[in-house]
């Protein structure tokens, strides 16, 4: 199975299982920091980030709740199916970031310093052998 088709694959499966009641973004802490979330009602939102996973477009406040995300857990923990919501976001911001080849739907953050910390941390764990090798 490519990434791709595990990435459809999980999406299809847990929006299969959301309600979208709004529990998790009613315990998220990042919707101050994600314009019109607050403002609007949080099963709308929830209902647009599943309408991601299920090949729609969302919302905007859908689009800005994903990107928002910092991975804090606290929407697993809130929500009454018991469904991994962190997944879910995970997965939704793997695909408005253009994960499965479609343009990105939010802006895509450019991280300079990814491998120079992937270096660093790389340095902790070969022989200089290695590093001359590799990095
Ligand atoms: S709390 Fe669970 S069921 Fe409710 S919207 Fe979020 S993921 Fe869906």
Do not use: N
Not at 8 to 22: I, K, P, T, V
Not at 74 to 101: H, N, Q
Not at 111 to 134: G, H, I, N
Request: charged share 20%; aromatic share 4%.
């Amino acid at each position: 199975m490519s990434l791709a088709e595990h990435i459809r694959g999980e999406s299809a499966r847990l929006a299969a299982l959301c309600s979208a009641c709004g529990e998790c973004v009613r315990a998220c802490p990042m919707t101050p920091y994600a314009a019109g979330v607050d403002a609007a009602a949080p099963g709308a939102v929830a209902a647009g980030m599943r309408d991601v996973l299920r090949d729609g477009p969302g919302t905007p406040e859908a689009l800005a709740w994903i990107g928002a995300c910092t991975k804090s857990g606290l929407c697993t923990a809130a929500c009454p199916e018991r469904i991994d919501a962190a997944l879910m976001l995970r997965l939704a911001g793997m695909r408005v970031r253009g994960a499965l080849g479609e343009a990105p739907r939010i802006p895509v953050r450019e991280d300079t310093q990814f491998s120079p910390r992937v270096k660093a941390f790389a340095r902790l764990t070969m022989t200089e052998e290695e590093q001359a090798q590799w990095l």
